[in-house]
Structures are given as structure tokens and as C-alpha cells.
């Protein structure tokens, strides 16, 4: 039989125009003769209470297509405007039907009232329960929130309690679920000539379980579900529904750009909407990326260890931002989750602003001091009765805070402090403006050597320029002048603390900008060194400006060498033989005396990540060419599973499911899905899989999507640490041009959006 025409009536009510009680004509024509034997031919009327015209409806015979009803063929009849012709369209008058018998089996005599809010006759079915003041309420067709929420505040506040069931999983259940942990959902189902009611018990994160509803009671509580009666046993629900505030809802973060600092003054939150099981809340100061710092509380859970005032953290893993709903006209309270923090080394928190080293690190280069305002005052005073003298500090307390410093910066040996240089006339120099700080020797240290840097790197970016061709030209050209207008403005920023800090910011882009874009290390090549028995005489003219001494490395020339090698000639190479070149940057890494240069250090960890990708695609692609060996009966076997790998024939029997479920979201025009998600969809049919896996099973799912439709794939999304990932290799593994890594999140969201057109239309 072909596909059923939606337009066919199938439903009717019998007993007059404006009955309601429904009927559905069975579709096949030998259950068709045995209704008519119950219900004869005469007594089937067009309902008005399904939006119907209240004509009467003759029941037709096929053999060659679907039963179904027919109004008379007659001309002075007037045009019926009913719109739902399948049996759905008749769920309220269902619904109202068998929710009043089921109720008057448990001893409560209550009639459905039908409300209609524009959509059909029966976008609500009400039942009022007199002995425990409660509404039994069926939201079938459910209004706007901002509607929805007048309403049910308005019915709470006259009628007492009000039980909501929800035709669908939407905004109103999601916020019934934040209210009080759960939300319950009708649905029907057509059984012979009656629709069979069930109700779903709807909590964050599990599959929705359904039970018919006599299997359900009706309690001076609420409705009550058999997962319900499991959820409450557990202690996971609350009972009183609208009459508590929602659990707060989220949004997400950018993982890995948001720091945090503890706020050691300020109490802990006593009472708060964002309080909630499993988690506490830690009073400090958040600072996202490229947003100034606000006070705000952090989301913890409780298994992390509480931070300390000692450290900034940047937060790690789900990072999202928690809000509630406005409490007493005072607007929405929030907070931040994370569900882990890394503490940052020293210089990384300093440039957050969040902390600041006790004593300088370089005692050598520490400005003088200089007369504070009427407004300021020194950051540490000694009493002048007890202690040492003004300017001197005890040696113990000296020698604990250098080691703490040097420690928190980590990678620096402690070294003995120089003889402070003699009182000499210095050099004309610019001194900090009113108001100012003047920068600290570590920032002088660190701004002499970023703008080498910036030199050596502008020098290789020219030749560089001279042998590239395309639109690289101009984006390599564009980062030389900013690279230029830097080095111009570091003589005005070298004398004020501030605008030193923004400076070395700023270079810091400025200089990944190039290192990208120049595609191999450049690096500051090091002063020659004279070895002396005798240490030379401080030579104070260059105190504010201390040139870098470093001795050449064998190691690291050959680390810059086989980086060189990597990028010459990774088109053409086996990824086994690439990733043997970066084992052996590995090995001569570990025998470098000094910590290997940030450049290097950025190339390398960019290969690696790189080649195991490269690597990945290859796998997923031998997988899938032993899938369709197998799918063409070839006779070959494939290779037997490694450790938690899943065998090919089996990936190929899953890949079916997968297809359907992301062919479904498509049309629905739903949000990209998680590997968790995905998983939760399928109804345990999907298995936890392997990385490589779960590459491979998309690329069979999406086998079958012709060469000029994006990808179903584009819909399933892997992970805040690696976004993209799994589209990228998917489509290697289908043989799809690459896209390249600064335009895959643009290209992904465009192909996200036509597959959602195309898909809507089609079925």
C-alpha cells in the first residue's frame, strides 16, 4: 500500500454535529467492515469540536488505498475549513474522554472543560478535582511562555493547585523540570478504533519513560507516574512545582577563557537560587576574555578542592554561565560553573590583573622609590618602634618571599642579589606620568626581550613575504605594520606600568599572528658571551634595559632543524615517518638546559595535534573501506577488533540508526547534537565508543549523502577542548575537500543551516 494521504478524514464523532465523542475509521477495508457492523454507516457527523463543519461524514470502502470518511457530495453545503484530518486531531476529545473514566475509577466525578487558545477547540483539557482543590490540566496546543506564565500565575493564585501534563517537550516543560525536577507529557497512540493514553515522566539528561495511564494513580500530591514514584523514592524531584523558583539554566562559556580569583573578604553566599545539590559556591572575581574583571560567584562541585588566594585559576572543563529568573524587581542573579580549575604560573596571572608578586623578581632592575601623593600610600609600612630600619627587611622574611615569588613564576633559578649600581647621572629618560607606576624590572625584562622578538620575526616575516604568493601577501603584510607600529610605540609605553602591560598584550597577537602566517620558528638569535673569572662591574646607563644572555644550544638548533624538516616536507611524507621526527624533538627537548622557547614550543604542540588528526583520518578512512568491502559481499573479513574497538560489521549495522536520527533533527530544525546526546537518542542502541569509532560511524552514516548536500554529520558536535574535529576527519573519510582550520567554524555553521533548508522540505 502506497503512503497514506493525510488529507483523507479519519476521524469523525458519532451522536450529532456537536458530540464529543470520537471515532477513528480503520484504514484496511476488512477491519472496516467490522466497525460498520458496531457503528452502521449513519451516525457520523463532521464534529464542530474538531473544528469541522458539523456535516455528516459517509464512510468509504478501498481496496487500492486508504478508508476512509467523505463528506456528501453536496452543492449547497458550504466549504468545511476543518484542518486535522488524521486521528491526532481528534487526541482532546480522547484524552477528555478517558482521563474522566480513569479519574472516576479512583473516586473523583470531574468533566474535561475543552479551551481553545486560537489553535483548535481542545488546545486545553481542564478536569477540576473539588476534593483536593487541585486542576488536572492538559496543555495539548501549549500558548507563548510569556502567555503561559500569566496564565498559570493567575489560575495558581485562584484555583489552588494545578497539576500540568504537556503535549510536547518544549519551553514549558523545560521550565516545569527546572521548578521541581521533572514535568509530565501526554501522548496517543491508536489502538483499533480508540486512541490509548500515556504519560511521560520528562528529568534532565534521561530518556523520557512512558506508561499507559491506568497505570498511573491520582494522589492528593499530583499524578503520579511509575517513574515518578522512582524519582521521589530517590529524593531527585520537589513536590511543591510552580510555588518554588527554577533551578537556575545555563549558557555556555568558551572553555579555557575565563580566570578566576578568590575574594578571600567576601562570605559565602548563605541562601541563593543558584545553590544547588552536589555544589558549592565561592565568592571572587571573574574575568572572561576580553571583558573587564566582575565580582561574581564560581559554581563548584564538591568533589574539587576549595582555591586558595594564592593562585588565579583558569577555569577548565563545561564552563557555563548560570542565571535565574528576576527575584523581588532586583534583576536575574548569576553565576559561572566550571567543572574544574588550573591554577596559572606566575607570569600568566600577573597579565590577568588578578594578582600581582609580593617582592620584584629581578632586585637588580627595581625602579627607585619615588614620593607618594597626598592620595596614595605605600603598600607595606613598618611600625617605627620595633623591627628594621626604613628601607631594610629582615633576611629570613627576604629569603621565604623570593623563594615564594620565584616559585609561583616558575622555570627560575634563584639567584643572589646583585650590589645595587653606584648613584650615576642617567641618561635623559621619560618618567611615569602623574598618577603613574613606573614598570616593574620583571616588565622591563620581559618587554626587551618581546621586542627582539618582534624584530627577529618581522626580518623573517619580509623574506617570507618576498617568496609567497595569493592572499597570504596581504594578511602577512597587514601583520608587518602592526608588528611595526609597536616597535614604534614601545619608547612611549617603556616608562608607565599600564600601557607597558597593554603593550606586551598586544604583541603577544601580534607575534602568534606571525608565527602562523610565516608557517616556521623565528627566534631571537643570542648575544655572545665572554666567560670571566671575575664578574664585570655593573654598568648602570643599561640597568632599565638588561640584554638576554644565551648560550647556543646543539639541542636546539636541531629542534628548530627537524621543525623546519616537518614543514617542508609533511605533503609528501608517511604521517608514521612525521610523527618519528616529532619523538625525536621530544628527545632533544628533554636534554636542553633551558625550557624550550615559546615559538618552538607552539610549532611543535600545533604538529602534534596536527599528525594524531592526520593519523585519525586514516584510520577512520581504512575502517570505512572495510565497510564497503564488506557491504559489496567482496568475501574479505575484516581485521579483528582492537582492545575497545568495535568490528566493522558492526559499526555498519549501527549506522542506519545513526542516519535516522540526524535525517529527523535535520527536518525538525534542531540544535547540533553531542556524542551524549546522540547516544541518548538512539535508546541505548549506540554503544560508548572509540575516538576512531565514532569517526567511523559517521562516515558510514553518511555514505549514501550525495556529493553536493552537506553532511548529516555537521549536526553532531564533539568537544569545547577539540570543536570540529569529528566534522573535519568525517569528511576526510568521505574524500571531501578540507577545509582549512580558520574557516572550519564558519564553513560548518553554513553547512549546519542549507542542510536544515533542504532537509525541511523533504520527506
Not at 613564576?409 to 647621572?425: D, E, F, N, S
Not at 576527519?729 to 578540507?738: I, Q, S
Request: proline residues 8%; positive net charge; aromatic residues 4%.
Amino acid at each position: 500500500m502506497g503512503q497514506i494521504d493525510t488529507r483523507l478524514i479519519q476521524t469523525a464523532v458519532i451522536g450529532g454535529r456537536d458530540s464529543d465523542q470520537p471515532v477513528i475509521l480503520p484504514e484496511q477495508p476488512h477491519n472496516l467492515d467490522e466497525f460498520l457492523r458496531e457503528f452502521g454507516r449513519d451516525d457520523f457527523w463532521c464534529g464542530t469540536l474538531l473544528g469541522g463543519c458539523g456535516e455528516p461524514l459517509r464512510p468509504k470502502r478501498y481496496v487500492t488505498k486508504v478508508c476512509h470518511f467523505a463528506h456528501e457530495a453536496d452543492p449547497s453545503r458550504g466549504e468545511c475549513h476543518r484542518v486535522s484530518h488524521s486521528a491526532g486531531g481528534a487526541d482532546h476529545l480522547f484524552v477528555k474522554a478517558h482521563v474522566a473514566r480513569w479519574l472516576a475509577g479512583q473516586g473523583y466525578a470531574a468533566q474535561g472543560e475543552l479551551r481553545s487558545f486560537g489553535h483548535c477547540h481542545g488546545d486545553s483539557v481542564v478536569f477540576r478535582l473539588r476534593r483536593t482543590k487541585t486542576h488536572l490540566r492538559f496543555e495539548l496546543h501549549p500558548e507563548d511562555y510569556r502567555s503561559w506564565r500569566k496564565a498559570a500565575d493567575s489560575l495558581g493564585a485562584k484555583a489552588g493547585r494545578i497539576e500540568w501534563v504537556f503535549g510536547r517537550d518544549d519551553a514549558l516543560a523545560r521550565d516545569m523540570v527546572a521548578r521541581r525536577g521533572y514535568a509530565l507529557l501526554v501522548r496517543c497512540e491508536t489502538e483499533g478504533n480508540d486512541r490509548r493514553v500515556f504519560i511521560g515522566t520528562v528529568t534532565d539528561g534521561k530518556k523520557t519513560p512512558w506508561a499507559p495511564l491506568e497505570h498511573c494513580r491520582m494522589t492528593e500530591s499530583g499524578l503520579v507516574t511509575p517513574a515518578l514514584e522512582e524519582l521521589r523514592a530517590a529524593g531527585a524531584v520537589r513536590d511543591d512545582g510552580l510555588g518554588r523558583e527554577p533551578f537556575p539554566s545555563s549558557v555556555a562559556l568558551p572553555g579555557g577563557q575565563v580566570v578566576f580569583a578568590v575574594d578571600a573578604e567576601a562570605a559565602p553566599p548563605s541562601s541563593s537560587p543558584l545553590d544547588v545539590p552536589g555544589r558549592r559556591l565561592v565568592p571572587g572575581f571573574v574575568k572572561p576574555a576580553g571583558s573587564r574583571i566582575v565580582r561574581a560567584c564560581l559554581s563548584l562541585p564538591d568533589t574539587v578542592p576549595d582555591p586558595t588566594e594564592q593562585y588565579v585559576y583558569r577555569l577548565a572543563g563545561t564552563v557555563r554561565l548560570l542565571v535565574t529568573d528576576v527575584v523581588e524587581g532586583s534583576g536575574s542573579s548569576w553565576a559561572v560553573r566550571a567543572d574544574a580549575l588550573v591554577p596559572l604560573n606566575g607570569l600568566d596571572a600577573e597579565r590577568t590583573g588578578l594578582w600581582r608578586p609580593s617582592v620584584a623578581l629581578d632586585e637588580k632592575y627595581v625602579p627607585a622609590a619615588r614620593a607618594f601623593t597626598a592620595c596614595e600610600r605605600p603598600p607595606f609600612t613598618e611600625p617605627a618602634s620595633s623591627g628594621p630600619k626604613a628601607g631594610e627587611t629582615a633576611p629570613g622574611k627576604a629569603a621565604a618571599e623570593a623563594k615564594k615569588t620565584h616559585q609561583a613564576y616558575g622555570h627560575r633559578a634563584t639567584r643572589a642579589p646583585a650590589a645595587p649600581p653606584p648613584a650615576v647621572k642617567r641618561p635623559a629618560a621619560k618618567r611615569p606620568a602623574a598618577g603613574e607606576r613606573a614598570p616593574s624590572g620583571s616588565d622591563l625584562s620581559q618587554a626587551h626581550q618581546r621586542r627582539a622578538e618582534m624584530r627577529e620575526m618581522l626580518e623573517e616575516g619580509a623574506r617570507t613575504r618576498a617568496r609567497t604568493r595569493g592572499a597570504r601577501v596581504e594578511r602577512l603584510t597587514q601583520a608587518i605594520q602592526q608588528g611595526e607600529a609597536l616597535l614604534r610605540r614601545y619608547e612611549g609605553v617603556s616608562s608607565q606600568e599600564r600601557a607597558l602591560r597593554v603593550w606586551l598584550g598586544e604583541s603577544d597577537r601580534v607575534l602568534d599572528l606571525l608565527d602562523r602566517l610565516i608557517g616556521r620558528p623565528a627566534t631571537v638569535t643570542p648575544a655572545k658571551t665572554q666567560h670571566r673569572t671575575v664578574a664585570p662591574e655593573p654598568k648602570p646607563a643599561k640597568a632599565l634595559e638588561p640584554k638576554p644572555v644565551e648560550k647556543k644550544d646543539p639541542n636546539l638548533r636541531k629542534i628548530r632543524r627537524l621543525l623546519g624538516e616537518l614543514d617542508r616536507t609533511h605533503e609528501h611524507r608517511p604521517t608514521q615517518d612525521l610523527l618519528r621526527l616529532l619523538d625525536e624533538i621530544g628527545k632533544h627537548r628533554d636534554q636542553l638546559a633551558r625550557p624550550l622557547p615559546a615559538a618552538e614550543t607552539k610549532l611543535a604542540e600545533r604538529w602534534r595535534s596536527r599528525l594524531e588528526d592526520r593519523r585519525s583520518a586514516e584510520r577512520s578512512a581504512q575502517a570505512a573501506a572495510a565497510l564497503r568491502n564488506q557491504s559489496a559481499g567482496t568475501g574479505h573479513t575484516a581485521e579483528p577488533p582492537q582492545d575497545d574497538r568495535l568490528p566493522a560489521e558492526r559499526i555498519h549495522k549501527l549506522a542506519p540508526t545513526v542516519r535516522d536520527i540526524l535525517e529527523e533533527l535535520a527536518r525538525a530544525d534542531g540544535t547540533p547534537l553531542s556524542w551524549g546526546d546522540l547516544r541518548l537518542r538512539a535508546g541505548g542502541q549506540l554503544p560508548s565508543l572509540h575516538p576512531d569509532d565514532q569517526v567511523a560511524l559517521l562516515v558510514a552514516a553518511d555514505r549514501g549523502t550525495p556529493a553536493d548536500e552537506p553532511l548529516l554529520s555537521t549536526l553532531v558536535d564533539h568537544s569545547v577542548v577539540a570543536p570540529h574535529r569529528l566534522y573535519r576527519l568525517v569528511r576526510l573519510g568521505l574524500g571531501r575537500e578540507p577545509v582549512p582550520d580558520a574557516e572550519l567554524e564558519t564553513h560548518r555553521a553554513m553547512e549546519a543551516l542549507r542542510l536544515r533548508q533542504l532537509r525541511r522540505y523533504r520527506r
